[in-house]
C-alpha cells in the first residue's frame, strides 16, 4: 500500500539533545511538508521541500533542520536550539489537491 | 495572505443531531479547501475537498461542504451525528508556490463531542 510512514511513533528527549523524525513515503511525491501541532493552536509548518536537494522554511523553522537527499525521504532534526520541542508532529506528502499524512511521531523532553 | 478561521473550538451535538463546523477563509485568488479528521494520536484524514469545480462537494462518512464566494466560508455539515464522529476536525486552505504544489494553511481546529 502506498502511504507516508513516520517513525518512531513516541519519542523522548533529554535536554540539550538532538533527535531526528523519520518521514518515508512510497507516493512518488515530489513536495513534503512537515508540521508542529500543539493543543489550540492547529498545524504550523515547520519546513517543507518541493524537490529532491531543496528544501524552504516555514512558519516555526528556529530550532529544526531537515534533508531532503532522497525523494522518498525528508527526516526532520529537532535541536537543542528548540526550547519546547515538546508536541506532535506531523509529516505529509501532497499532489497539487491532496495532501497524505503520517501517524505522526509524539515528541516528549524528560 | 492565505488563512483560516475556525470559529468555535469546541462543538458539542447529540447523537442524530445535525453537525455544523464553521470555516471561513481569506484569499486573494481563487482557494483549493479542504476539511481534514483527526482521532486521537493520529494523522490527518482527508473528509472533502473544493478545488473549484461543483461549489456543493460531498465527503466520506456523509459530510459535505458547500463553498460560499460570497461568504467566503466552507463550512462543513452532516445531517446526523453519529457517536464515532467524535474527533478534531481541521479547515485547510492551499497556498499555490511556483509549480503545481503548494503548503496548506490550517485553521486552529474544532473538536466535537458527540453526546449519546
Known amino acids: 500500500d502506498g502511504g507516508i510512514t513516520q517513525s518512531p511513533k513516541y519519542l523522548f528527549r533529554k535536554e540539550g539533545q538532538n533527535v531526528t523524525l523519520s518521514c518515508e513515503q512510497n507516493?512518488?511525491?515530489?513536495?513534503m511538508y512537515w508540521y508542529r501541532q500543539d493543543p489550540g493552536q492547529g498545524l504550523r509548518l515547520i519546513y517543507y521541500?518541493?524537490?529532491?536537494?531543496?528544501?524552504q522554511k516555514g512558519d516555526i523553522a528556529e530550532g529544526y533542520s531537515v534533508s531532503r537527499e532522497k525523494k522518498e525521504s525528508f527526516p526532520l532534526t529537532v535541536t537543542s536550539a528548540q526550547k519546547n520541542p515538546t508536541a506532535f508532529y506531523l509529516c505529509a506528502s501532497r499532489t497539487a489537491t491532496e495532501a497524505f499524512f503520517g501517524q505522526g511521531t509524539r515528541l516528549t523532553v524528560v | 495572505a492565505q488563512s483560516v478561521t475556525q470559529l468555535g473550538s469546541h462543538v458539542s451535538v447529540s447523537e442524530g443531531a445535525l453537525v455544523l463546523l464553521r470555516c471561513n477563509y481569506s484569499?486573494?485568488?481563487?482557494?483549493?479547501l479542504f476539511w481534514y479528521v483527526q482521532y486521537p494520536n493520529q494523522g490527518l484524514q482527508l473528509l472533502l475537498k473544493?478545488?473549484?469545480?461543483?461549489?456543493l462537494v460531498k465527503g466520506i462518512n456523509g459530510f459535505e461542504a458547500e463553498f460560499k464566494k460570497s461568504e467566503t466560508s466552507f463550512h462543513l455539515t452532516k445531517p446526523s451525528a453519529h457517536m464515532s464522529d467524535a474527533a478534531e476536525y481541521f479547515c485547510a486552505v492551499s497556498v499555490f508556490l511556483s509549480g503545481n504544489t503548494g503548503k496548506l494553511i490550517f485553521g486552529q481546529g474544532t473538536t466535537l463531542q458527540v453526546k449519546p
Open positions: 484569499s486573494s485568488v481563487p482557494p483549493y
Open positions: 521541500s518541493q524537490i529532491v536537494n531543496d528544501f
Open positions: 507516493l512518488n511525491h515530489d513536495a
Open positions: 473544493y478545488t473549484s469545480a461543483a461549489t
